[in-house]
């Protein structure tokens, strides 16, 4: 993809400067383009990041989907009947839980949601109210 946007840069410089794609040499606008590619690779990185976890988490929820119209009675608490966590506010389900007993588990809403730093925690049932 890099080099086809660098070419189509370099053809959108070029037309900006007045000349047609056609009347360029290889070497023409090159500096120039790569020079915008500078600036907008590290957004396009972060956009394709963004849509990688989007997609995963669409996946993830897709699944949920088809087990529960494939197996409705293997799922008797439904997302919006369980408890929500007093830490962060999601449902049980989306905490996965630790790996080891002295590690944390990961809410899959806060890590989708790109709040990394408090993603890492065990699902914590709300206090009881009297």
């Not at 993830?60 to 799922?75: S, V």
Request: hydrophobic residues 30%.
């Amino acid at each position: 993809m890099t080099d086809d946007l660098r070419t189509q840069l370099r053809a959108a410089i070029a037309s900006a400067d007045g000349f047609s794609e056609d009347s360029l040499e290889l070497h023409d606008y090159q500096e120039h383009a790569d020079a915008v590619l500078a600036i907008v690779q590290p957004e396009l990185d972060r956009l394709r990041t963004m849509y990688d976890v989007v997609s995963e988490r669409e996946n993830d929820l897709l699944k949920e989907r088809d087990a529960l119209l494939l197996h409705p009675e293997h799922h008797a608490t439904t997302t919006a009947e369980q408890p929500l966590c007093a830490e962060c506010g999601h449902p049980k389900d989306e905490h996965e839980d630790a790996d080891e007993p002295v590690s944390v588990g990961l809410c899959k809403t806060c890590d989708a949601d790109g709040d990394e730093d408090n993603a890492w925690h065990n699902y914590e049932p709300p206090a009881e109210t009297a």
